[in-house]
């Protein structure tokens, strides 16, 4: 029976371990040859950022990513902000950056990256409330605790954050419908609103704007696409 000395073992393993790793090397190789667009002088800052990261330092690494897109607005970096952003329970933040990464399908860092994104975007949206109200007046203007968001009909769903929240709808010859409105995370908002005649009386409906919202902070799943 053949038997293999200590030296020899180890010289195996040796040669096993180093297999192993030029395998998956090759295939890390691979995956990151899809970089897509480069920004050659900020591509240390980008890698920077990507280790703070895997590190868990998520807010150090969001500045570091938010700082290279004011120089370099490549999609590859604005997938990585919404990524960041996911962690940190930005989530209104986060659903502006990711969807605005996936909207470039042509780019191959996002579409070799597209699975990870859309999983991203969807634990996102859980968080949020698609707002989409309609009305009985075409292009009235619609606020949203003090910001105009736009008027109806909404081109597409604004996504907010579930809780309390103001709304404010005005048009020209009607009355100002003014709702205190509590909204629920992972839920549509498409409840029409009725704008009568100016000088009718519009008693408010909704919850009291004097209580204030419970948070609850739940940490959400790390999702990374390096």
Partial sequence: EAKLSFGGL??????????????SGAVAQSRNAVVG???PEQEARIAMA?????????????????????RCAIPRVIAQIGLAEHALGLWVDAARDLR?????????????????LEQAMGAVRGHLVAFAPTSDVADAEVTLDGNVIGRL????PILTTGGPHELIVRAPGRATLR???ALVEGT?????????????ALPESGVRPDVAPVTVIV?????RAD
């Fill in 153 to 156: 009909p909404l081109p597409e």
């Fill in 188 to 200: 549509t908002f498409t409840e029409p609103l009725s704008v009568p005649p100016e000088g009718s």
């Fill in 219 to 223: 940490s959400p799943p790390v999702m």
């Fill in 50 to 70: 990507v280790d703070l990261r895997r590190q868990g330092a998520d807010r150090a690494a969001l500045e570091v990513f938010m700082a290279v897109r004011a």
């Fill in 37 to 39: 667009p480069t920004c």
């Fill in 100 to 116: 605005q990464a996936l909207a470039n399908r042509s780019d191959p860092w996002i579409e070799a990256r597209h699975a990870v």
């Fill in 10 to 23: 180890c010289a195996a393993l040796f040669g096993f371990l180093v297999a192993t790793l030029d395998a």
């Fill in 179 to 181: 709702r205190h409105l």
